[in-house]
């Protein structure tokens, strides 16, 4: 079995009267991707910022990289590197500057700093812009210099805390094939993210956070198998349709709001027709008909009776 490479137990942090979090367990494997899901205010960056010795826990225990953060801090921080929800380089510096002063204020840096710059610039395919000041970068430019600073050092365990946050599409999947690179050279990666996308594509395993509590870990296939599976979305016009379509289909599940019922269903071609066959009967049409598989954003809604959208501050 992999070592653990960050083990939580009973985790609290409150600020006055407010508990931000309330006893949170969890183990990242070493070598793998672990992804904190959640919303805006439930927890993610207090988290993070107590793991990487920025902020004093309440209660619990906590090992990182084989350290107790109490008491072995220094150890913590020479094995782990941050990158957070903002990326921290210098705009008046040029992206070559900004990695060589990494290089030069880490300690861990005992080679040819030079080198080391040379390889990120390449890695990160930011060779062409290193000589330009970081103030001219693009928003996932900015990104990949943050992650690759974050990289001077060769930690083991790197957080990246909401790493694509305001990126376009394009720079968030460029993100997340730099993560898989890292992971298939050894490194544990601690995510946090709002993006369900993200957590499924990245993530050997996942924990969801909400109101400082931990809801639900596993595999996203696990999570996914943890609430009901297919079934088929009927969108009406109108309350009156909606009323009359609940009465026929006793087994779907409302949504008033949304003027819609969802209908278990396996999703094939067979009981669709049928369903479709049973509104008929009753004089019935829906303005909208979807098949939909269980993804995050189910297990999600499932579990915390919201999206993740929601801020919960």
Known sequence: MTAAAIAVSGLRKA???????????????????????GPNGAGK??????????????GGTI?????????????????????????AVDELLTGQENLQLMADLNR????????IVADLLERFELTAAAGKPA????????????????????PQIIFLDEPTTGLDPRSRRTMWE????????????????????????????????????????????????QIPGTHIRLRFSTAAELD??????????????????RVPSDGGTKSLRALLDRLDEYSLSAEECSVHTPDLDDVFLALTGHTTEVDAK
Not at 45 to 58: F, R
Not at 138 to 153: E, F, I, N
Not at 198 to 213: C, F, K, P
Not at 248 to 261: G, I, K
């Open 15 to 37: 600020y006055k009267d407010k508990v931000v979090l309330d006893g949170i367990d969890f183990e990242v494997r070493a070598g793998t991707v672990f992804s904190l899901l």
């Open 45 to 58: 960056t207090t988290t993070v910022n107590v793991l990487t010795t920025l902020m004093k826990a309440d």
């Open 63 to 87: 090992r990182v990289a084989g350290h107790d953060i109490a008491t072995e801090a220094k150890a913590v921080r020479a094995a782990i590197g941050v990158t957070g929800q903002f990326a």
């Open 108 to 115: 861990a840096v005992t080679g040819d700093g030079k080198r």
């Open 135 to 154: 103030a001219t970068y693009s928003g996932g430019m900015r990104r990949k210099l943050d992650l690759a600073m974050t990289l001077v050092g060769n």
């Open 178 to 225: 730099i993560i898989r690179g890292l992971v298939a050279d050894g490194v544990t990666v601690f995510l946090t993210t709002q993006y369900l996308e993200e957590a499924d594509q990245l993530a050997d395993r996942i924990a969801v956070l909400d109101a400082g509590r931990l809801v639900a870990q596993g595999t996203a296939d696990e999570l996914k198998r």
């Open 244 to 261: 009359a379509a609940a009465r026929v289909l006793t087994d779907a599940t409302r949504d008033d709001e949304a003027l819609a019922l």
